[in-house]
């Protein structure tokens, strides 16, 4: 079976991107899949979200009729707390920051620790309603995966951190990506298309026969 590259596009805030991500777990070891996680931050600030979603009580509302949505079509509803988020006391947050930890993690320890940290962002998100874009909230998700906190402060406070998720956005316009989760096969350009587990490993037993 032809090991298979895939870019993975996606924002710690996108719902749908949960299910994809622990989908693709499940894919990964099955196919030898390589992923190569790409930041894709549909709102970079404060000022994005209101100029997205209105008002951060808008904000909330709209987006988490797409949490609803989601969570119908979730292998794991119960991880996807929406009356959580509903509660919390802080605005919606954008994903900026948490994409700057994620490539962090990338950077000390390679895309399988951008994928933890990815996931366990994520938790904090969607299952634990935490505020992401608190600096604090995603150094503690570091370490929870195993990082170390003077490697990771440092991490995230060097400018080729982000210069790394810049590149990422320049990659998704070269491929013309607009909307996440995105799933690219890097070795024919293919992309497949977001669902079920069994329609992903479909596409992908199709994918492995065509590059064989």
């Known amino acids: 079976m032809a090991r298979l590259t895939i870019d993975f596009f996606h924002d710690v805030v996108c719902c749908w991107c949960f299910n994809i991500s622990s989908r693709m777990r499940s894919l990964a070891d099955e196919f030898d899949l390589d ?123 060097d400018p080729e951190t982000a210069q790394a998720v810049q590149a990422d956005r320049r990659v998704a316009r070269l491929l013309q990506v607009r909307t996440i989760p995105a799933l690219i096969i890097r070795d024919t350009g293919a992309r497949l298309v977001n669902g079920p587990l069994e329609d992903l490993r479909a596409q992908l037993r199709a994918a492995t026969r065509l590059t064989a």
């Open 35 to 157: 992923i190569r996680h790409r930041s894709f931050v549909l709102q970079s600030s404060r000022e994005e979200m209101a100029e997205r979603w209105g008002t951060p009580a808008e904000a909330r509302e709209t987006i988490l009729g797409h949490w609803s949505v989601c969570r119908e079509a979730s292998d794991r509803p119960d991880l996807i707390d929406v009356e959580a988020m509903r509660m919390a006391r802080f605005d919606y947050p954008h994903g900026f920051n948490a994409a700057l930890a994620c490539k962090a993690a990338e950077a000390i320890g390679g895309q399988a620790a951008h994928w933890d940290l990815f996931d366990r962002i994520q938790l904090a998100h969607l299952t634990e309603a935490r505020d992401i874009a608190d600096p604090d909230v995603l150094a503690e998700a570091a370490r929870d995966i195993g990082l170390d906190a003077t490697a990771f402060a440092a991490a995230i406070a």
